[in-house]
């Protein structure tokens, strides 16, 4: 008895890529400006709020883009450090205050730094 003809596969279509993750962790000033466009919210995180955040993005390979106020930026989070030593599928971009003087926190900041002096980065 003869195998009966196989129907070929019907074509898969590609899987959807998962959304990129929008994020703002940083002082409520500013988080409610983010939350109206569009972007997950974290206002006045404690380092600890900080370091939670960013070992979750770590563990669950999800894409983000992330911004961040220089206090965040300074909070010593050790998950941070790890994802801006990383680079890639996480993006972190850091703004400054609304109100204060503007201490960018990057190792492009700190090499001007370096090269002009302290007072060039600070609003000076």
Do not use: Y
Request: proline content about 9%.
């Amino acid at each position: 008895m003869a195998a009966a003809p196989t129907q070929p596969a019907p074509p898969q279509e590609p899987a959807e890529a998962p959304p990129t993750r929008m994020l703002f962790l940083g002082a409520d000033s500013l988080a409610d400006g983010f939350r109206l466009i569009g972007f997950e919210t974290h206002a006045n995180p404690s380092a600890e709020d900080v370091d939670q955040v960013f070992r979750q993005l770590r563990q669950s390979r999800d894409k983000a883009f992330v911004v961040v106020d220089d206090a965040v930026m300074r909070s010593g989070a050790a998950n941070l450090a790890q994802v801006r030593r990383e680079g890639g599928r996480i993006v972190v971009v850091s703004v400054p205050p609304l109100a204060g003087p503007v201490q960018l926190e990057s190792e492009v900041a700190d090499r001007l730094q370096a090269m002009f002096g302290s007072g060039s980065m600070h609003g000076a």
